[in-house]
């Protein structure tokens, strides 16, 4: 979905590097979501946040942080980057879609990261 | 244990071909369950949601049913076609606000001509 970008769309680090992904939207909605998504696994929560203010722990939350710049912007962050941290991830915003009563997911391009 | 199952893992069809996907849930309470596209090196986009109360739900040449009481449900895809090839992925949420969404592994579909 083009209203949700993400960056960068690969990388490759190496092990004990800090790494930042970045998500921006432009469609208004309050709600974010980082997600990872591996071989053979459904995707699973990180992290999501309600407003600028609010930060809340996924599933898979450790070794990971996020930050909430604004209401569109929120980016992922490894403090030291791990090869099992190497994963496909994905953001996601969530609002109303037209004509429907249930809050939908939107998701972004997907950033694949390597780590070494 | 995943809550969401989905079967079979990939699934090879000819153009013009029928399939049907399954996916089996254990996820309690139950508000909805979607099914997503996901295009290799794309995001998942949403093709169906269905409530406990709706049983079937179509969107083009996909069609989505759901048993709330065997928690099963199956997205078929009819008169396959080359740009159908990607993954179908299962999601069940147990809240209207989807906030707490299980994800299946999903389902590698190609079809090929």
């Known amino acids: 979905d083009a209203d949700v970008t993400q960056t960068p769309r690969n990388r490759i680090t190496k092990t004990g590097k800090r790494i930042m992904l970045e998500c921006s939207q432009t469609k208004g909605h309050d709600r974010m979501y980082w997600y990872r998504q591996d071989p053979g696994l459904g995707l699973r929560l990180i992290y999501y946040s309600f407003d600028v203010k609010d930060i809340n722990k996924g599933e898979i939350s450790d070794g990971y942080s996020v930050s909430r710049q604004a209401q569109a912007k929120f980016s992922l962050s490894l403090e030291s980057a791990i090869p099992n941290q190497t994963a496909l991830y994905f953001c996601?915003?969530?609002?109303?879609?037209?004509?429907?009563?249930?809050?939908?997911?939107?998701f972004g391009p997907g950033t694949r990261l390597t780590v070494l | 244990k995943n809550q969401v199952e989905q079967s079979p893992q990939s699934l090879i069809i000819l153009e013009g071909k029928n399939c049907t996907l399954q996916c089996n849930y254990t996820v309690s309470p139950f508000s909805n369950l979607r099914w997503y596209k996901q295009d290799t090196g794309r995001g998942p986009v949403s093709l169906t949601i269905?409530?406990?109360?709706?049983n079937t739900k179509s969107n083009g040449r996909y069609t989505a049913t759901l048993d709330a009481d065997t928690k099963q449900s199956s997205l078929h895809i009819t008169a396959s076609q080359l740009s159908d090839s990607a993954s179908y992925i299962c999601v069940v949420s147990e809240d209207d606000n989807n906030n707490d969404m299980r994800f299946g592994a999903g389902t590698r579909l190609t079809v090929k001509p």
């Open positions: 996601a915003t969530s609002g109303l879609r037209r004509g429907s009563y249930y809050n939908e997911q939107f």
């Open positions: 269905m409530t406990f109360s709706e």
